[in-house]
């Protein structure tokens, strides 16, 4: 049995652009345009194109995805990301090639995509889980686990023309996830959501990957491309020009796209050494276990990989800490007078850090390398995020209720005074 979820084959979508008519024509133009057909058509093979031409969105498109694959797909705008999700939905078809799909397949790609605005949500989720497959028992079955999923139980009965972006995605993706699909196809909709339910969505599709099930993520979040795939493929104008390790992929997407001046000043200009490059990030646990999820108070190891040999020695790592804010909270760096400067040939940096002091909520690391206040070889901005998920530094088994006071919780100790 074979153990393909998706396989394209030689895949291609071309459009027709510049035509004289564009969207739904009106009866009289319908009249001109089937009365003039032949004498356009005499002029097109005559070489007259009335300044119509086509493009191709995507061209020999070829890759195969494996059962319990997370695939994530990045690139520029215009590159054709958005267009191989809508063939693999079978939104569009394609022009050429040929795409092959194993098990039922439930999409996201656009905000409120088979929702009626006149209609309440709890309507909405009977219309759109019939849509995407769901028999009526089964959407009975799971309706309250999809409404809470979305934190609309208030507005459930509204109607959802009077609903946000916001509250349209999370409704969306709620019955989306719910299908318990053997294949998701998520587009960059996550985006309009605030940043809890974006990382609520990133748990649920993570619980899918676990389950064994197939995701397809398009997003522009590399962070979160490199936390939740397996695997990404980098697509430039309509091709896969790469298909690898998440944190190579992405890497390769930001060395290509990257502003360098926007990242230093004028005096600290990167100027990194022809194919030198941070490569990969892992966080593991106490136990080496990699993960993205720790309590406070718990220790954790940064393992950081370069792509090889050093320009020179005495050389190290520097990392920044940042909230979900994008604010940098600390900063830590390999330093002289800890004796922890490496040599060229050294290729893997591990730096021990807590207990952590923080608090409940989202973080990210941004790295850099080189000669300490020298020269910066490499800078990777929000290379790994993680999640702390319990603050309760101070044993008394519920945590601490004012997560929003801070990120940190300082070591402290209270006296009786005399």
């Given at each position: ?15 027709t652009?510049g ?5 739904d ?15 356009r ?14 493009f ?5 498109v ?122 998701l ?8 959501g ?41 697509l ?8 690898g390790a998440?944190?190579d992929?992405t890497?390769k ?11 230093t ?12 490059h941070?490569?990969?990030?892992e ?15 718990e ?33 830590g ?13 050294h ?8 207990p ?18 020298v ?44």
């Amino acid at each position: 049995m074979s153990s393909d979820a998706i396989v394209i084959e030689k895949l291609g979508k071309q459009y027709t652009i510049g035509t004289t008519l564009i969207g739904d024509a009106t009866l009289g133009e319908s009249i001109t345009s089937w009365v003039s057909g032949p004498w356009r058509r005499f002029k097109q093979m005559a070489g007259h194109s009335e300044g119509t031409r086509t493009f191709w969105a995507l061209k020999d498109v070829s890759f195969r995805v494996d059962v319990g694959e997370v695939i994530g797909i990045v690139g520029p705008n215009g590159a054709g990301k958005s267009t191989l999700l809508k063939v693999l939905s079978r939104i569009t078809p394609p022009t050429e090639g040929f795409v092959d799909l194993t098990g039922r397949v439930s999409s996201l790609l656009e905000v409120g995509t088979g929702f009626h605005p006149e209609l309440t949500g709890r309507e909405n989720v009977f219309l759109n889980g019939a849509i995407l497959g769901m028999f009526r028992a089964e959407i009975i079955r799971k309706f309250d686990a999809i409404v809470a999923f979305a934190e609309l139980e208030q507005f459930i009965d509204t109607p959802v023309k009077h609903y946000s972006s916001g509250m349209f995605v999370r409704l969306a993706f709620s019955v989306a996830a719910h299908l318990e699909p053997e294949i998701l196809i998520v587009d960059e909709v996550l985006s309009v959501g605030d940043l809890h339910f974006r990382n609520r969505c990133l748990g649920r599709m993570q619980d899918l990957r676990d389950e064994g099930r197939t995701v397809l993520f398009v997003s522009h979040d590399l962070t979160s491309v490199r936390q939740l795939c397996t695997r990404a493929l980098l697509l430039s104008g309509g091709r896969v020009v790469d298909d690898g390790a998440p944190g190579d992929i992405t890497r390769k997407y930001e060395q290509q796209h990257h502003d360098h001046a926007a990242l230093t000043g004028a005096a600290d200009r990167l100027h990194p050494p022809r194919g030198y490059h941070l490569r990969r990030v892992e966080l593991r646990n106490a136990a080496g276990t990699v993960t993205s999820r720790f309590d406070a108070g718990e220790v954790m190891e940064i393992h950081l990989w370069t792509s090889g040999r050093a320009p020179e020695n005495s050389y190290g790592a520097e990392f920044k800490l940042l909230n979900d804010d994008d604010e940098v909270i600390s900063f830590g760096a390999a330093n002289p007078v800890q004796n922890t400067y490496y040599q060229a040939a050294h290729e893997h940096f591990v730096c021990r850090l807590g207990p952590l002091p923080l608090t409940e909520g989202e973080y990210a690391f941004s790295f850099s390398v080189g000669v300490w206040n020298v020269q910066r070889w490499d800078t990777w901005s929000k290379a790994i995020g993680f999640t702390i998920e319990r603050c309760d530094l101070f044993k008394t088994g519920h945590g601490i209720a004012n997560v929003n006071d801070g990120d940190f919780v300082l070591q402290q100790e209270w006296l009786i005074g005399n």
